[in-house]
């Protein structure tokens, strides 16, 4: 068994003996501290990301607590959260969440990192009636599940491409003339990216002239690009992982492909912009967050604002990876839900956190009553001729049509 780590981020914060809040439930206070609970990959193969999260939860709590923490009945209460090592393992995820829940008493629990560990602990956190507000579990499939007490602050995996079928949208003189070419893998988080754009164009009338899955391996797509070539599309989507937005820029670099707008997923971690800089200006690619977003709230201040107080505290980021910004806005939905509910029920605090609806510098959050967030999308960036990203928040924004020189 791994270490439990609390993390209260208070300088000389004590924690005192459990008691329960009167009321109906018997909640985790232990004296003036409310402690969240977390199975957490700190090591193992989604250790980094488990990491990144981390940071972010302990970030909002520090910032939370030195605001005065939250007010219940009356009274101010800090937050702390109690972390176990789920080894990046489901199974592992699942019994330690029903530790925290049975055995450590927590009431409120923090997602895991990743789509597959948040699929084996949510139903740990339903059997026993425990709200859990999650960051990083994007896939589409958490949501159609009928869970009553599982929230997502981020955007789901359905969203990731959308934004660029509205884009193209608008930049249409009549929307249901715009040509879309579609490559996808096959895997879950590719198929659902592709679910969302699908019904983005049902909803303008568009036509699909292209919709391949692409192949196993993903180190060949001229097949798809190809027919890309003779046909000519308005816009082309690509969703393969890392190496499927590689493979696509590669070839579209090899075969000179123009298309006027192209858009993927996975091009920061390909590293499109650096390895095929010509083929990859003007690419339209999905992040949940960026520090240069319009968006703020009166705890964090604006996304600058939250990126920079981040990047203080840990000082190894140069750039801070959304999974931390997106861990940071699910402990202020607690933060949130513990007051509006006035109370340390979890049904009340439950309830709350369905009927949250805010923005905040990590962008707009209400929930749907599957528990995803409906009102954040994906946020749009487009590569640059000298490799930078620039944040695109509206068709008018955007480089249109891409200029390469072929």
């Keep these: 068994m791994k270490h439990i780590t609390i993390k209260t981020m208070v300088a000389g914060a004590a924690v005192a003996a459990s008691l329960a809040f009167a009321g109906s439930a018997l909640a985790k206070v232990e004296g003036d501290t409310i402690i969240l609970g977390s199975s957490i990959s700190l090591t193992g193969k989604y250790a980094t990301n488990g990491l990144h999260t981390q940071r972010g939860y302990d970030y909002a709590v520090k910032i939370i607590n030195a605001a005065g923490g939250v007010k219940v009945g009356g009274k101010s209460y800090k937050l702390a959260v109690k972390y176990y090592d789920d080894e990046s393992t ?12 049975q055995q450590d008493g927590v009431e409120y629990m923090l997602g895991p990192y990743s789509s597959g560990m948040t699929k084996a602990i949510a139903p740990v956190s339903e059997k026993f009636g425990v709200p859990m507000v999650e960051a990083e579990g994007a ?7 009928g869970y009553k007490y599982l929230f997502a602050v981020l955007s789901t995996s359905e969203q990731y491409l959308a934004t660029a079928i509205d884009f193209a949208a608008a930049k249409a003189g009549n929307a249901s003339d715009v040509r879309v070419a579609m490559a996808f893998e096959g895997d879950p988080f590719s198929m659902d990216v592709r679910a969302g754009v699908v019904d983005k164009i049902n909803e303008y009338g568009m036509k699909v002239v292209i919709d391949d899955q692409l192949p196993a391996d993903l180190s060949d797509m001229s097949t798809t690009l190809t027919k890309v070539k003779a046909l000519k599309p308005d816009i082309l989507v690509v969703s393969g992982h890392s190496k499927g937005a590689a493979t696509a820029a590669r070839q579209i670099d090899e075969m000179k492909i123009n298309v006027d707008m192209i858009a993927l997923t996975h091009c920061e971690a390909a590293k499109v912009q650096e390895k095929f800089p010509n083929a990859s200006t ?5 992040t ?8 703020s709230d009166a705890l964090f201040g604006s996304a600058a604002e939250w990126n920079a107080g981040f990047k203080a505290d840990y000082p190894s980021y140069t750039s801070v990876p959304y999974q931390s910004a997106q861990a940071s806005a699910a402990v202020l939905v607690f933060a949130k839900a513990f007051e509006a509910a006035n109370s340390f029920d979890k049904d009340k605090v439950r309830d709350a956190i369905a009927a949250v609806e805010m923005e905040t510098f990590y962008g707009d959050i209400k929930f749907s009553s599957a528990g995803n967030n409906i009102a954040k999308p994906m946020f749009m960036r487009q ?3 000298d490799g930078s990203y620039a944040l695109v928040e509206s068709a008018d924004q955007m480089a249109f049509p891409r200029k390469v020189s072929y």
């Design 90 to 101: 489901p199974a592992r995820g699942a019994q330690l969440a029903e530790r925290l829940i």
């Design 139 to 145: 896939s589409r499939s958490l949501f159609t599940q």
């Design 383 to 385: 590569i640059g001729a």
């Design 288 to 295: 949940q967050w960026v520090e240069s977003l319009s968006k």
């Design 282 to 286: 003007g690419f339209l690619c999905p």
